[in-house]
């Protein structure tokens, strides 16, 4: 055992020989003739130098100074953080005698560069500054040119790099991988053979491209069933635009695409889809549009901004990281807030909802907080972490949220489906009871030609009409028009129909029958409205005619201008004065509702009064038929009365 003296001795002398022979390491020399393998592996050191002189692609200059760097890891983890701009790799490659045409190949390299043999350009992928032209995807193979077949060579291949300042905060610039270098057909092979790259990098977002794709095909469907219900339209937008961004992270493995338009695409269909987002989750759940939402809705308008600044050099890597911070977390608390608020209120969709947003949500807000972090350089282990959330956690939560959001969707339909049927069963019977309660056809009292026609806008209209004899041999006739559509508006006309027939026991005056009318409706039309106009034509010629907010009569061609009360159902103060008028033989009396005058035609000019006036006497099969051909739009309802001498027997 040697002493204690002389070990200590041994080891100085140790490092001072590994100290001298430090200055003799050289760059790694790639030997071809060993193993007489087609294709070697690239791995090894490279001298590196940043900055930019075209000099330094000389065979003949001495790069013996310059730091040796791996060649399968960029240089930020190698003494050169978040460095951007240009720098150069230098290596020399021993070709053998006799050898094929040979290539060269580089999987990842980040961002452009270019391939120098002997100072000789071999090609490059992208552009360089000041005509910048960022691409990411497939490389192409690099041919060496022709050695000679007599005698062994040595090669120097240089590497001009351009990183981008962009990316320079999250990735070193420079291989990311060993290169190749090889037989021309060999290489060809292993090009091919390397799409479409790493799986890690594409299998997961592809995975949630086809399944948003599936997803939006299903919303969709949903909603050219139910056009009226918008959430599902908006779920399938946003489910749209979440598959184009989906796409577009694995579009780089299965060809080139440009850096700048995949960024400022990407960004704008972000922002668009958030709109859509926003936009389901206020049909779904009926929420407020407070200064959140708004707050949320402007930020996710100007999400591309910060990354055309950035292409255009004007946003620094810290502005836009600021800038993509507070774009992303305002909508996403604002569907917090409201999915959480509805869901203590009751809401049963709110409550289904509640644990596959916090999830999905929460995994979001997780990720952007990690990688801008690291973006701000907060902290160095964060990007693994936003891998984990970008390509682990994604399919799964995707998996989780989307099956919770189509289940939800699909009961919704199923309620809706229900829903419907029960209300078309409810038309079935408001239109049997309206069949009954409306004349088909006008009815024969003598001294009178009666002629109506009535045409619905829908499969229960609510305009009305009644004519019923009067008790001195003349005739009552009533018509009017009730606001709004489907069931309540035809519940309406039956009460105010049965309304009709009940008065006429007791009353024959059109004004008493006009406040009878208003005060059964009062405070049951839901805060509707109805016009009415009732009149009575004795045998003797005597019209007595009152109006409820309806168009006037028609008298021969003429307005018979009458003194309108309120519509029915707006107050119960509402008078209506009667207008007394003397009919002759043959004079014809025209009664319409709004639709006709309100029939509007391709160009959307209405039929107006004009038209209707010089119409009215027509009869009224006439009047209904041409309002109807010009462009029907709400019920069309037409009587038409004549005042004709009754024959006395001999």
Not at 429 to 438: D, E, G, H, K, Y
Not at 506 to 535: D, H, K, W
Not at 602 to 610: K, P, T, V, W, Y
């Amino acid at each position: 055992m040697l002493p204690r003296k002389a070990l200590i001795h041994f080891l100085l002398l140790l490092a001072m020989l590994c100290v001298s022979g430090a200055e003799a390491v050289r760059a790694q020399a790639f030997d071809l003739a060993k193993d007489r393998l087609p294709i070697a592996e690239l791995d090894g050191l490279w001298r590196f130098h940043p900055g930019d002189d075209p000099h330094w692609a000389d065979p003949a200059f001495d790069d013996s100074s310059w730091p040796l760097l791996r060649s399968d890891r960029g240089w930020s983890s190698q003494g050169y953080p978040k460095m951007s701009g240009f720098g150069w790799y230098r290596f020399r490659v021993k070709i053998p005698a006799g050898s094929a045409p040979l290539a060269l190949y580089f999987p990842r390299f980040l961002t452009s560069y270019e391939v120098y043999a002997d100072g000789r350009l071999l090609g490059g992928f992208g552009g360089m500054p000041p005509r910048r032209n960022l691409q990411t995807g497939r490389p192409p193979v690099y041919r060496l040119p022709a050695t000679a077949q007599s005698q062994a060579s040595t090669i120097l291949i240089a590497i001009r790099v351009w990183h981008w300042p962009y990316w320079a905060h999250y990735y070193g610039g420079g291989p990311q991988s060993a290169g190749y270098i090889g037989g021309a057909a060999a290489i060809d092979r292993m090009r091919v053979a390397d799409f479409p790259g790493d799986p890690w990098s594409w299998a997961p977002p592809l995975f949630s491209a086809l399944l948003c794709f599936l997803g939006a095909i299903f919303a969709l469907g949903f909603a050219w069933q139910h056009r009226r219900e918008r959430e599902y339209l908006w779920f399938g937008v946003w489910l749209l635009f979440k598959t184009y961004i989906e796409a577009l992270a694995c579009a780089g493995n299965f060809g080139t695409i440009n850096i700048d338009f995949r960024e400022i695409s990407r960004a704008a269909a972000e922002g668009a889809g958030t709109l859509a987002f926003l936009a389901f989750y206020i049909h779904l759940l009926h929420g407020r549009k407070n200064w959140l939402f708004w707050v949320s809705a402007f930020v996710s308008l100007t999400r591309p901004l910060p990354f055309l600044l950035a292409m255009m050099g004007i946003f620094t890597q810290t502005q836009v990281s600021a800038c993509n911070f507070s774009t992303l977390v305002p909508p996403i608390i604002w569907v917090l807030i409201l999915v959480t608020v509805k869901a203590f209120e009751g809401v049963p969709d709110a409550r289904l909802l509640l644990g596959p947003t916090l999830l999905v949500e929460g995994v979001n807000l997780a990720g952007i907080v990690t990688f801008e972090m690291f973006a701000l350089g907060l902290t160095h282990g964060s990007m693994s972490a936003t891998r984990f959330f970008n390509l682990s956690a994604r399919p799964f939560i995707d998996v989780i949220f989307l099956s919770a959001m189509l289940a939800i969707l699909v009961g919704r339909f199923t309620r809706t489906r229900r829903h419907e049927e029960h209300l078309a069963g409810e038309l079935q019977a408001a239109r049997i009871v309206q069949q009954i309660l409306i004349p088909e056809q006008a009815p024969r009292i003598p001294g009178f030609a009666i002629q109506s026609c009535y045409i619905p806008a829908g499969e229960v209209g609510g305009d009305f009409f009644q004519i019923l004899p009067a008790n001195n041999g003349g005739v009552l006739a009533v018509i009017g028009d009730v606001s709004g559509k489907g069931l309540p508006a035809a519940m309406t006309v039956s009460l105010l129909v049965g309304t009709v027939r009940t008065l006429v026991q007791y009353t024959q005056s059109p004004g008493e029958i006009l406040a009878a009318m208003n005060g059964c409706v009062l405070g049951r039309s839901g805060g509707g409205f109805t016009t009415c106009l009732a009149l009575r034509v004795d045998a003797d010629g005597t019209l007595t005619v009152a109006n409820a907010g309806h168009l006037a009569p028609y008298l021969d061609g003429r307005e018979l201008a009458t003194d309108n009360g309120l519509p029915l159902g707006l107050s119960a103060e509402s008078k209506y004065p009667e207008l007394t008028v003397t009919l002759h033989a043959d004079q014809r009396l025209t009664l319409l509702t709004d639709g006709v005058v309100e029939a509007r035609d391709a160009s959307g000019e209405l039929m107006g009064f004009e038209r209707a006036c010089a119409l009215s006497t027509e009869a009224a099969e006439r009047i209904a038929e041409a309002a109807r051909r010009f462009g029907q739009e709400d019920d069309i309802t037409v009587l038409t009365l004549d005042l004709q001498p009754v024959a006395v027997p001999a």
